[in-house]
């Protein structure tokens, strides 16, 4: 949250603009950077919009919360009205959606999305944006998840007419999705009376909801069967929702008009691409239509069978790998859904390939030509093993050489870090990854940095967050020798070894060994904890607390990082392969290791300059500040 006070004072501190430089202020502290100019404008135009109305209510004692950050997400509510319900006498929650549009239309595919002129790609119609922002507030805030009739919401478009958006109600309104134009500012106000008493001031009421604790958030693995199933686990917000929509609605036109097209979902780690995935399987799984979702992670596909389809050997087959299309046919199925798709390699074909199957194919013209709407969804910057090539510019490519439709849409919100935007770019800032370089973490209220002065430390700290109930991993980067595989009953040798500190990295095999759980299952097995993982296991999973080793194959010297690829004992990284490519997929390596927490990231570097940089650089959140 930005900022909060009575509608009153906020008005007038919107008459003096004291407001919007304490807003770009705040911003700037929480995120890492500046607003952009529309964003201040945006507020410029309707914060006082909004304001006015409540106080032409007579109700300028309710609290007006503005930017409000949704628990466990990066997504921001532009303003939660704080009040008493005038009837029943309880608190009463507001949630509104600030539009500055003069016109929209729906979406000729589907009503449920717009479009205006401003934006290239549809938008989600305000009226079920707004309900999904009540559905989630209901979800993950303890003040309100007992009591969800308190909560509502409604869109105000201030600028516009009736006429200029009156597409937009073919969306059914309800208590948690009303629309209102400036031309009908009347209705407003009375809509907002019946929510909000003029008697009693709405401080209180603000304050239960700032104190309502944080639900636990709903982990990906934990609740895939349910998703798929039954899909009534995760609440898809605004271009999540788009996309979801956007590959329906081309799944629909496909079987209408034997129409063939691509769709991308593009966004960094944590914005919710394999919800999104889950939730479309799901879906097509209950309509009956011939889908299959496909990964290049033998360790997320294997969890995703294991977890989705415990009692259903049905829905256990709907999980198969990139390299399963060999010699399918052209449009066999409706729909493929390629996951983590940055892992998209230039052929099928490996050393077990029989020469009958090397057919010199890329694999990302074998994933486009079995399905008539394949859909892929990745993140650039995990790439991390050489000849993985799964980009939006190599998809677009492969479309236009057939002549093919493909959509892009990006996204940009954050759920794992603790829907923390500042810790991720924090993270791309300090590797190197952007332009800008590293600096000093400024603590937020959504995630958690430390720095441990040894391994000992590190694996002590996560140790006292499992006793809390909280799951943990450590990982580290490929720096030490990987042992084959015990006998059943021997102990897992002890290879990743720091003083006198030493522990195994996790099974790199299909079956337990001595308590430690199979490779694929490290990162959600409660007993993968004893073991360090590496981003093979790590890529595609979340848990609340990441521990990172950083080894010696990424070092801080003087003002710059330092990659050094004799350090990595990675098997990948051969002779051919630059300078240049393996310093970019080390630095990759890390970005998917750091950004693995959903509450908090601990890290330790084995080399003791990097240490001093990395506490300088944490905001000297080391050993001595590390909670109990």
Not at 145 to 163: I, K
Not at 193 to 199: E, F, H, T, V
Not at 397 to 423: I, K, M, T
């Amino acid at each position: 949250m930005l900022f909060r006070e009575s509608a009153q004072t906020i008005a007038e501190r919107a008459f003096d603009s004291s407001l919007y430089l304490h807003l770009t202020e705040q911003f700037a502290h929480m995120h890492g950077y500046r607003p952009s100019v529309a964003e201040v404008c945006s507020w410029e135009r309707s914060i006082p919009a909004l304001a006015a109305a409540l106080n032409d209510a007579g109700l300028g004692e309710v609290e007006i919360m503005l930017e409000y950050a949704l628990p466990l997400n990066s997504k921001r509510a532009d303003a939660i009205l704080a009040g008493v319900h005038p009837v029943t006498g309880e608190p009463s929650y507001v949630v509104v959606e600030l539009k500055q549009w003069s016109q929209a239309e729906p979406d000729e595919d589907d009503p449920a999305l717009c479009r205006i002129d401003a934006y290239a790609h549809p938008v989600l119609n305000p009226i079920e944006q707004v309900r999904r922002y009540c559905e989630y507030l209901v979800n993950f805030n303890g003040a309100v998840a007992e009591h969800p009739g308190r909560v509502s919401g409604v869109a105000y478009l201030h600028n516009a007419t009736e006429f200029g958006v009156a597409g937009l109600r073919v969306i059914e309104a309800d208590d948690r999705g009303q629309l209102f134009t400036g031309e009908r500012r009347g209705e407003f106000i009375d809509h907002l009376r019946a929510k909000l008493s003029d008697k009693v001031p709405g401080a209180h009421a603000a304050d239960e909801l700032r104190a309502g604790k944080t639900v636990p958030s709903k982990q990906l693995m934990s609740v895939a069967a349910q998703e798929v199933r039954e899909r009534e686990q995760f609440v898809l917000l605004d271009e999540q929702q788009v996309a979801y929509r956007m590959v329906l609605n081309a799944v629909r036109k496909a079987k209408q008009s034997d129409h063939k097209e691509i769709v991308v979902i593009a966004g960094g780690p944590g914005t919710g691409k394999s919800v999104i995935a889950l939730s479309l399987l799901g879906e097509l799984y209950r309509q009956g239509v011939p889908a299959l979702h496909a990964t290049g992670s033998q360790s997320f596909t294997k969890t995703m069978r294991k977890v989705a389809g415990t009692r259903k050997r049905e829905v256990q087959d709907l999980f198969k790998y990139f390299n399963s299309f060999m010699t399918a046919e052209k449009n066999t199925l409706d729909v493929l859904i390629c996951d983590e798709a940055h892992r998209i390699r230039e052929t099928s074909a490996n050393r077990f390939t029989s020469a009958a199957h090397r057919t010199g194919k890329r694999q990302i013209d074998e994933l486009i030509d079995v399905a008539r709407v394949p859909v892929f969804l990745l993140d650039e910057h995990q790439v991390v093993r050489p000849g993985e090539m799964g980009t939006v510019e190599d998809i677009k490519s492969a479309a236009a050489s057939r002549g093919l439709d493909c959509h892009v849409v990006p996204l940009e919100s954050q759920f794992r870090c603790g829907g923390s935007d500042a810790y991720l770019r924090w993270v791309v800032r300090l590797l190197g990854l952007q332009p800008g370089g590293p600096v000093v973490w400024e603590p937020d209220d959504r995630m958690q940095l430390l720095v441990a002065d040894s391994p000992g430390e590190l694996e002590v700290f996560l140790e006292s967050r499992r006793a809390q109930g909280y799951g943990a991993r450590m990982s580290a980067g490929y720096c030490w020798r990987w042992s084959p595989e015990p006998r059943p009953g021997a102990p897992l040798p002890a290879d990743v070894v720091i003083g006198e500190w030493a522990r195994p990295w996790n099974l790199r095999g299909d079956r337990a060994v001595s308590g430690a759980p199979p490779s694929a299952l490290w990162a959600t097995d409660p007993a993968g904890f004893g073991q360090v993982g590496c981003v093979y296991t790590a890529q595609g999973f979340e848990y609340d607390w990441s521990g990172v080793i950083i080894g010696p194959d990424l070092v801080w010297r003087g003002d710059r990082w330092i990659t050094d690829r004799t350090q990595s004992k990675d098997p990948v990284f051969k002779k051919s392969i630059s300078d240049a490519d393996v310093d970019r997929l080390i630095r990759n390596t890390y970005k998917v290791l750091l950004t693995r927490g959903m509450i908090g990231t601990i890290v330790y570097s084995t080399d003791p300059e990097t240490r001093e940089k990395l506490r300088e650089l944490a905001g000297g959140m080391a050993r001595e500040s590390l909670p109990a």
